[in-house]
């Protein structure tokens, strides 16, 4: 199969690029009689430090509001999205309830354990003497717990020091509602639903104000970095491992980890947890990627990975992410 290009912008400094360039702009030579036509500062070219300090200020806003603009590619088509990260104690995570009640295979299973909790809460009528039993075992339980009780209250401080620490650490909101996440065709459109106040996940950011009334379509416009393409990740895994995109592959984990979290969707959390075989691609893809001894260990790792196992697994996991977008044009 052949390899899957990635749908990167050709650099400035190609050199194919510049001899193109530099072809189609090379003038006739003039005979040597006519004098060379004088250009007037109207018709002298634009300058191009127009469009940096567009760029530069575009920037600027991302940094200065602590958000940046996405672009996502999935099978279904490209769209543009918004995410931030904050400290987790400073969000509201979305609210998925109506999300899972609109699916079917989730409410089913919801249905099961509520029977087994049900069946768990039986009550059994015993006789005297067992129950006699049974009161003296309880009661012998219970001295027991009253012994543990100061190693409890110690466990109980260090499990609210581990909460206070998970308080602290930051985590990815995308734009979201209701447990789907807002993919935009054009900046236009992404623009237009920023200042038009319909309600979403993003606006409980204390920049979120600020930003409807100081962003433009000409500000969305993705680093590279965050530009994802989870279109392309079932296919390149497929090729076989001569054929992987190790950045392509990368950015992909690092995305479906952020919208995994973001969306609450604990089935690609796991697929993508410590241990998982797609977390053993991920750390062999990067160790291949830094070179030396490490990229040797990583590339032998590599080759003892099924690229079918792992297409599968991708493939389920931009299922389940693609299930989840609300496409708006």
Same mark, same amino acid.
């Given at each position: 199969?052949?390899?899957?290009?990635?749908?990167?912008?050709?650099?400035?400094?190609?050199?194919?690029?510049?001899?193109?360039?530099?072809?189609?702009?090379?003038?006739?030579?003039?005979?040597?009689?006519?004098?060379?036509?004088?250009?007037?500062?109207?018709?002298?070219?634009?300058?191009?430090?127009?469009?940096?300090?567009?760029?530069?200020?575009?920037?600027?806003?991302?940094?200065?509001?602590?958000?940046?603009?996405?672009?996502?590619?999935?099978?279904?088509?490209?769209?543009?999205?918004?995410?931030?990260?904050?400290?987790?104690?400073?969000?509201?995570?979305?609210?998925?309830?109506?999300?899972?009640?609109?699916?079917?295979?989730?409410?089913?299973?919801?249905?099961?354990?509520?029977?087994?909790?049900?069946?768990?809460?039986?009550?059994?009528?015993?006789?005297?003497?067992?129950?006699?039993?049974?009161?003296?075992?309880?009661?012998?339980?219970?001295?027991?717990?009253?012994?543990?009780?100061?190693?409890?209250?110690?466990? #109980?401080? /260090?499990?609210?020091?581990?909460? !206070? $620490?998970?308080?602290? *650490?930051?985590?990815? +909101?995308?734009?979201?509602? @209701? &447990?789907?996440?807002?993919?935009?065709?054009?900046?236009?459109?992404?623009?237009?639903?920023?200042?038009?106040?319909?309600?979403?996940?993003?606006?409980?950011?204390?920049?979120?104000?600020?930003?409807?009334?100081?962003? #433009?379509? /000409?500000?969305?416009?993705?680093? !590279? $970095?965050?530009?994802? *393409?989870?279109?392309? +990740?079932?296919?390149?895994? @497929? &090729?076989?491992?001569?054929?992987?995109?190790?950045?392509?592959?990368?950015?992909?984990?690092?995305?479906?980890?952020?919208?995994?979290?973001?969306?609450?969707?604990?089935?690609?959390?796991?697929?993508?947890?410590?241990?998982?075989?797609?977390?053993?691609?991920?750390?062999?893809?990067?160790?291949?990627?830094?070179?030396? +001894?490490?990229?040797?260990?990583?590339?032998?790792?590599?080759?003892?990975?099924?690229?079918?196992?792992?297409?599968?697994?991708?493939?389920?996991?931009?299922?389940?992410?693609?299930?989840?977008?609300?496409?708006?044009?």
């Amino acid at each position: 199969m052949p390899r899957v290009t990635r749908r990167r912008r050709t650099p400035a400094g190609n050199p194919k690029h510049t001899e193109v360039s530099v072809a189609r702009q090379s003038p006739q030579r003039p005979d040597a009689d006519e004098p060379e036509p004088e250009l007037d500062d109207a018709d002298a070219p634009a300058e191009s430090g127009t469009a940096t300090v567009s760029a530069e200020a575009a920037r600027a806003l991302w940094d200065e509001l602590r958000i940046d603009p996405v672009e996502i590619a999935l099978p279904a088509g490209t769209g543009y999205t918004l995410r931030a990260y904050r400290p987790a104690r400073e969000l509201t995570p979305t609210d998925v309830t109506e999300r899972d009640q609109d699916d079917p295979f989730l409410a089913r299973r919801q249905v099961t354990e509520e029977d087994e909790e049900d069946d768990d809460e039986a009550v059994v009528i015993l006789d005297e003497e067992v129950a006699q039993e049974f009161a003296e075992s309880d009661e012998e339980e219970a001295k027991g717990r009253r012994r543990d009780a100061t190693d409890d209250e110690d466990a #109980e401080t /260090a499990a609210e020091e581990d909460e !206070d $620490e998970a308080g602290d *650490e930051e985590v990815p +909101v995308f734009l979201t509602h @209701r &447990g789907k996440l807002l993919l935009f065709k054009t900046p236009e459109s992404l623009v237009s639903f920023i200042r038009s106040g319909a309600p979403n996940d993003l606006s409980q950011l204390d920049s979120w104000n600020e930003l409807s009334e100081r962003v #433009e379509p /000409a500000d969305i416009a993705p680093l !590279d $970095e965050d530009v994802y *393409e989870l279109d392309l +990740v079932v296919e390149n895994l @497929r &090729g076989g491992h001569d054929t992987w995109d190790s950045t392509l592959l990368i950015e992909a984990g690092e995305v479906a980890r952020d919208l995994a979290y973001a969306l609450r969707l604990p089935a690609v959390l796991d697929m993508l947890s410590a241990g998982s075989s797609l977390d053993d691609l991920d750390e062999a893809l990067r160790a291949s990627v830094d070179g030396g +001894v490490g990229g040797f260990f990583g590339r032998r790792r590599l080759r003892k990975i099924g690229a079918q196992t792992a297409s599968l697994g991708w493939r389920t996991i931009v299922g389940k992410i693609s299930a989840t977008v609300d496409w708006r044009d």
